[in-house]
């Protein structure tokens, strides 16, 4: 966006959504911060400001902001200050940090054994003073740091944090004297957050593998030899050498050396590709066996590689329609559950007789044990960037979650045909020589006639024939402007071009029914033949449409601008239900419009084209798919899902990612909620204890993450 600065910095030991949600709140509050982002599944931080001269002051207040929400948290910039934090107060490292929590979680672990001994064993003299001062130092080196988040973030307004709500739940257990069951939650709750944020760094380094093809370093040829830099560095033109075992760090055409290329983290196709000198090649790839020098024709910026991993960490800023919900059912839900909590404590012992202050309040501090959602708030956003990682190891990049989500309700289909269901290349598909001619003779007046035509047509002609072209031979090159070229091969005159140019020489021609374009050729006044030219079809279009039937779409229609008699035989090649043909882009669009009045009230209707040329209409579908073609800038910035291989058989791949993404996010709302209802009856009931409440709250919360884990499996799906 024109006058915006946008800068993006890490935020290193985030391990709360709901840490991450106020600071993004704050940040975004601030005068002259046009937007602030914080995602919280790969820790990063986006700023934007339409006042760059004002951005020092800017991000100094930002710091500010970070430090008093979450002091553990260390702001980085990887742009200017990869290895040092931006905060002028740099936070304890977080190795030291971890010990000292392991090693006052151990020593009350200690205390609260020691004191549970002397609790079941008669025989050992046991006071009252004793045992509160026992448990309490227990709980104290357990629950310290709590206690203290607490007491400051309730300073702030933040009364309904997780802190806040664990650290009333067991000062109520002391009070009504429940000690050993105050200490035993905390110590529960204390190895739950533990194994929890394990596995929140399980998840992520497990998404940060799915997307490991950023290139460390390039090897600069100089005059000094090999330099070993930073991709960053190097500029257009430069030479750079690629080693076996090597990522290759930027684009570039090869200049020397022969070898075979994986290039698996990129397209998902595991079959190596062999590149020689004059074949271009992009950044990410491995390069498996042979030495290649490349010349670099992109910066690192602009490579492939830097573009996929933009996209893929700047997914998460277009939230889906359930990430939003959960966000906002979590700002009510928390308050709701703790007023219920408060309702419990008071209300019963005031209006039942017999009841008690002491029963009721442990009641209501399992409600507040069980309030927090954090199960929902961290394993959502993360089971959908995993979604979308895996569809990037297979070559299909999804802009964001609200497509990932869109494309589980895709019934209706619509594809473009050119570079799309078809390769979009000419070429000679039958050649049909007259009289005693060979197609051999035929093909070699047809391609010296073409040899100066840089038409597709003349190219694919060129292409058949194989073989150099002695420029010697010819001779009287004419070209006939809408009819083709009259040209002297040898001794021979020759004509070549369509019925228009050998109809003015009046030279009968043949009726030509085959779909395709004909070119006529007439040698020394005679009718020599015709080449067909056409546009092949994919291999795997018809398994495409076959796929998508498989999963349950609904309609499959194709647009196309070539003629009505092409289109048709495509669509009954393949199986279309619909096709549409002769339409000029803004005719497609009305197409579009007219095929989604057909759909159903919740179906996503997704048009699938070959990138700019179909920009009208894929803006209009609800999900535009851009055939991208490896390193195609264009298709990339203007569709909402690439295939980077042009294979249409992805988009039911594409779809099978979505719904098993969708299908691991529903799992974990269900199984969240679900856990945490029968707990909060139960505890109103009097029928749970705060030993299931610890279970409803972090021992949920680890098992939807790890189930989120799963979705990262998508990247197999077949």
Known sequence: MEGVLKREYILDNLCCPKCAAKIEKHIGALEGVSRALVDFSVQKLTIETRNPEHWEDIMIRAGGIIKRLEPSVALRDTVLFPNRDVAKDKAPSASVQDRFRRISLSLGAFLFVLGMVFEYVPSIAWTPLMRLALFLASYLLVGGEVLIKAIKNSTKGEIFDENFLMSIATIGAFAIGEYPEGVAVMIFYRIGEAFQDYAVGRSRKSISALMDIRPDYANLKTAAGLERVSPETVRIGDCIVVKPGEKIPLDGVVVEGFSAL?????????????????????SGSINKSGLLTIEVSKVFGESTVSKILNLVQNAGSKKSVTENFITKFARYYTPAVVFSAVALAFFPPLLIPGATFAEWINRALVFLVVSCPCALVISI??????????????????????????????????????????????????????????????????????????????????NAYRKDIDPEVIG?????????????????????????????????IPLVEELGTAVYLAVNGGYAGYILISDELKADSKRAVEELRAIGVKRIAMLTGDSKA???????????????????????????????????GSGKLIFVGDGINDAP??????????????????????????????????????????????????????????????????????????????????????????NAMRVMKTATIR
């Open 617 to 706: 209409v894929l803006a209009r579908s609800d999900v535009g798919i851009a055939m991208g073609g490896v390193g195609s800038d264009a298709a990339i910035e203007a569709a909402d899902v690439v295939l980077m291989t042009d294979e249409p058989s992805k988009i039911a791949h594409a779809i099978r990612i979505a719904r098993k993404t969708r299908n691991i996010v529903w799992q974990n709302i269900i199984f969240a909620l679900s856990v945490k209802g029968a707990i909060l009856v139960m505890g109103a009931l009097g029928m749970a204890t705060m030993w299931e409440a610890v279970f409803g709250d972090v021992g949920v919360a680890l098992i939807a993450v790890l």
């Open 476 to 508: 009287n090159y004419e070209e006939i402007a809408g009819k083709g070229v009259s040209v002297s091969v040898g001794e021979d005159a020759v004509l070549a071009g369509n019925a228009r140019l050998l109809e003015a020489a009046n030279i009968p």
């Open 381 to 462: 956003p993360l089971s959908f960037f995993g979604g979308i990682g895996g569809a990037s190891r297979n070559g299909i990049l999804i802009k964001g979650s609200n497509y990932l989500e869109a494309l589980t309700k895709v019934d209706t289909v619509v594809f473009d045909k050119t570079g799309t269901l078809t390769k979009g290349k000419f070429s000679v598909t039958n050649i049909i020589p007259a009289g005693k001619l060979t197609e051999e003779k035929l093909l070699y007046y047809a391609a010296y006639a073409e040899s100066a035509s840089n038409h597709p047509i003349a190219l694919s002609i060129r």
């Open 566 to 600: 092409v289109g048709e035989r495509i669509a009954s090649q393949i199986g279309l239900d619909t096709m549409y043909a002769e339409l000029l882009p803004h005719q497609k669009v009305a197409y579009l419009e007219e095929l989604e009045q057909h759909k159903s």
């Open 262 to 282: 994986d290039t698996s983290a990129l397209t998902g196709e595991s079959l190596p590709r062999d590149v020689e000198k004059g074949s271009a090649v992009l």
